[in-house]
């Protein structure tokens, strides 16, 4: 089967992996002004009373030059428009700083629909794994820019502040310390059998089945058909 499109192609309360990266690969994300800006951005955003944002985050890592993010998404019209809102404000203040102009990101972001709560457990895992797979560091904990430390250890920096629990995570067990530590089990479970493959491997634990993504796929766009004017 051909790949299939990962463009922008979420259902009213899915979960979504989104990811973004730098035009040309360039460091768009490189130092720590640049990650706390752009995560300022985002909480701005997330907390303005102007806007509905039309999404929760549940999980994030933002590396040099790219990032990921895991949203639960209630309204996918107000959160596309949230995405191009926190972007623009982003690629403003980078070519401000830069003295430079023209696109900061490659592309449009990438919206990954995520089939299950399984399937999203493993993206967390995968999100929060990155600074590994990239030899940042050996040990996720020690990663400052991502929400590891959160889900494994309870350690919330002031710019987690938006982010909130996906249901699997809460039934992982019945306290806060309980469901930390099967956390930390699963995560070092899954770095045993995945940790230092590359996305091509990943594939289909990265972004789902073919089948069930096409199956999808087919539901998003009769859903926009139905919502969009003539």
Not at 43 to 49: Q, T
Not at 90 to 118: E, H, S, W
Not at 140 to 145: F, M, P
Request: aromatic residues 14%; proline residues 6%; hydrophobic residues 35%.
């Amino acid at each position: 089967m051909a790949r299939l499109p990962r463009s922008f192609t979420v259902l009213p309360n899915s979960s979504v992996h989104k990811t973004w990266r730098g035009h040309n690969r360039e460091p768009n994300l490189g130092t720590p002004g640049q990650k706390a800006k752009y995560l300022d951005f985002l909480n701005d955003d997330m907390e303005s009373k102007k806007y509905d944002v039309g999404c929760a985050i549940h999980a994030l890592c933002i590396m040099i030059n790219h990032a990921h993010e895991l949203f639960r998404v209630t309204k996918p019209p107000e959160f596309s428009k949230h995405m191009r809102r926190h972007h623009s404000r982003y690629g403003m203040y980078f070519n401000k700083i830069n003295g430079r102009c023209g696109k900061v990101a490659q592309d449009r972001p990438k919206t990954t629909l995520i089939a299950d709560d399984d399937h999203e457990m493993k993206a967390v895992f995968y999100i929060h794994a990155n600074p590994i797979r990239a030899n940042i560091v050996k040990d996720a904990r020690n990663y400052v820019w991502s929400t590891h430390k959160l889900y494994a250890f309870g350690k919330k920096e002031p710019w987690m502040r938006n982010v909130t629990f996906p249901d699997w995570y809460l039934r992982l067990g019945r306290n806060w310390k309980l469901r930390q530590k099967r956390y930390r089990q699963l995560f070092a479970a899954y770095l045993k059998e995945f940790g230092r493959f590359k996305q091509s491997f990943l594939h289909k634990l990265f972004y789902g089945p073919d089948l069930w993504m096409l199956e999808r796929s087919l539901r998003v766009t009769a859903w926009y058909r139905e919502h969009t004017p003539p």
